[in-house]
């Protein structure tokens, strides 16, 4: 929240009842509060009533938030997915590179965001090469499997083409993980290039990739 401060109408953290006593800042754009009995009376609307955190908006508003970012992201020399010779890179933030897709996954789990929004993340090829420049690939990818745990038992979503090709990214991206830890530069080439073996990844999804990287 305090990341996103100049990008969210007020009230803010400094607005927060009880803050520099009850709550206060800690690394990593944390807020910490005084005690944990303070977080399990937020947590529990029936004790806190009015006071009752929702966390699940939480989530979908720094998502949201944090999707500009996703989608502003650029490497050098491209500007909007098409090439542009003296184009400055467009670096995601840091807290985005580390949090966006957890903050995403989150509030789709709680049924707060549509689907697609993952796979707006997902088609993002310069900031997923930000997410593993920046060592946070691992973190991505366990949000990924985190909510595609939460949706595979649903029958109404788990057959959507949305759910499918979020599995698939997330096939892909544990098939590759290594790879593009070492070479984050060359991700749609290893993912196009090398076989796939043994996981199953739709036509959509490898169409998907094409279309990008044809338009790179």
Request: charged content about 20%; aromatic content about 8%.
């Amino acid at each position: 929240m305090l990341k996103l401060s100049d990008q969210l109408p007020s009230p803010t953290l400094s607005d927060l009842p009880g803050w520099g006593c009850l709550f206060y800042l800690g690394s990593g754009h944390v807020v910490l509060t005084i005690h944990k009995s303070l977080n399990d009376w937020l947590r529990d609307e029936k004790l806190s009533g009015q006071w009752a955190v929702d966390e699940a908006i939480g989530h979908s508003i720094l998502g949201i938030n944090l999707l500009k970012e996703v989608t502003k992201a650029a490497d050098k020399g491209k500007d909007m997915g098409k090439s542009k010779e003296g184009a400055p890179a467009v670096e995601a933030s840091k807290y985005a590179l580390k949090y966006a897709v957890l903050h995403i996954t989150k509030a789709l789990s709680c049924r707060r965001l549509d689907l697609g929004l993952l796979n707006i993340v997902l088609g993002s090829w310069p900031f997923l090469r930000q997410v593993f420049q920046s060592g946070h690939g691992g973190k991505l990818v366990e949000s990924l499997a985190e909510c595609h745990s939460s949706f595979s038992s649903r029958e109404e979503i788990s057959s959507t083409p949305a759910f499918l090709y979020a599995q698939d990214a997330l096939y892909c991206s544990r098939r590759y993980f290594n790879d593009w830890e070492k070479n984050p530069g060359a991700m749609e080439k290893l993912a196009l290039s090398s076989p796939l073996q043994s996981i199953k990844v739709s036509h959509s999804y490898t169409d998907f990739l094409s279309s990008i990287s044809d338009h790179s």
